[in-house]
């Protein structure tokens, strides 16, 4: 009886280990992916928001009327 | 007979200071919208002091293609024995706002806020010497000449100069570069705060990318009001300025400056 009690304590404890393997790896795989998000995965070098390109810069005129029309 | 004479007159006094004050407030509020205006310009190009550069540059590529139509002009003007001091003042003029476009683009010492204020002002100088010295020009040309005139115009070239390319090719660099350096900064700092409360973001980068966008949208908005909001603020220095400016030229014009043509 008492070693079958041993047993289960064991078994409870092997369980209770094993859970917090699971817990612990899903978040560090959690943070994994957090990390995975960074600026340069998303976002490739010809659509960073607000650069400029060449050719616009170029290209582009002001206004400022015209001697003759 | 007397006090109903001086009551006239005083009503006639007071309806001619009303209406001072009045036309002064409109010509204030019409100068205000013209700066507002001019903001739109910077659209694309109001995120770092590079980028503001790069708009100075395409201003100083303008006023070079107006000084070269107005060289073109006055030998118009001499080939046909017409006037030409008047439209010669005004190139003078217009090279004077080049020097300091120049000097603008020269300096590390302007801030954002006073590149804008600049462009601003400079901007809308350039504007009114154009249209005054179109005015002008219509008054000196006989109209029988107009076709010819404006065929010698439609010529002129418009490519930016050599130098402004190079110029205008280095700040985009330097631009973006400084734009990857923040975004990736502001990043960081936006995917900490948004993971924390969306749990949704560790499975969808797409989401984040797409939130990320939405809140650099809401910046551009903010910042577009706060330019608003600095014209208005300032709108006695843009006219200290554009006096400043008038004042350094008629001074210059006794002093020879200018006649380097």
């Given at each position: 009886m008492k070693f079958t009690k041993m047993i289960l304590l064991a078994l409870i404890v092997v369980v209770a280990v094993v859970f917090a393997f699971l817990l612990f790896s899903a978040s560090s795989s959690t943070q994994t992916n957090l990390d995975n998000a960074n600026f340069d995965e998303l976002f490739s070098s010809n659509e960073i928001p607000y650069t400029l390109s060449e050719e616009t810069a170029l290209s582009e005129t002001v206004d400022i009327g015209e001697l003759f029309q | 007979m007397k006090k109903i004479f001086s009551i006239i007159l005083l009503a006639f006094v007071f309806a001619f200071a009303i209406n001072l004050v009045y036309a002064d407030e409109v010509n204030l509020q019409t100068d205000q919208n013209i700066y507002v205006n001019s903001?739109?310009?910077?659209?694309?190009?109001?995120?770092t002091e590079f980028s503001l550069k790069i708009r100075f540059t395409q201003l100083l590529g303008s006023i070079d293609n107006k000084i070269y139509q107005l060289n073109e002009t006055i030998n118009f003007l001499t080939e046909y024995n017409l006037d030409t001091n008047t439209v010669e003042n005004k190139l003078t003029e217009l090279e004077q706002i080049k020097l300091d476009v120049l000097d603008v683009l020269d300096?590390?010492?302007?801030?954002k806020d006073d590149l804008i204020l600049n462009y601003v002002s400079l901007k809308q100088d350039s504007q009114r010497i154009v249209f005054e010295t179109r005015d002008l020009i219509i008054d000196v040309i006989p109209l029988e000449l107009y076709p010819e005139f404006k065929d010698r115009l439609v010529t002129s070239n418009k490519q930016l100069k050599t130098e402004s390319q190079e110029r205008i090719k280095s700040l985009v660099k330097e631009h973006n570069s400084k734009m990857k350096q923040n975004m990736n900064k502001g990043f960081n700092e936006f995917r900490n705060g948004f993971c924390d409360n969306n749990a949704d973001c560790f499975k969808d980068k797409e989401l984040l990318k797409y939130n990320f966008k939405n809140k650099l949208l809401e910046g551009k908005t903010k910042l577009n009001i706060e330019h608003q909001m600095l014209v208005n603020k300032n709108f006695d220095k843009l006219q200290n300025m554009m006096m400043n400016r008038h004042n350094k030229f008629n001074n210059g014009q006794g002093q020879g400056f200018g006649g380097n043509r």
């Open positions: - | 903001l739109s310009d910077l659209d694309n190009y109001s995120q300096s590390n010492n302007f801030s």
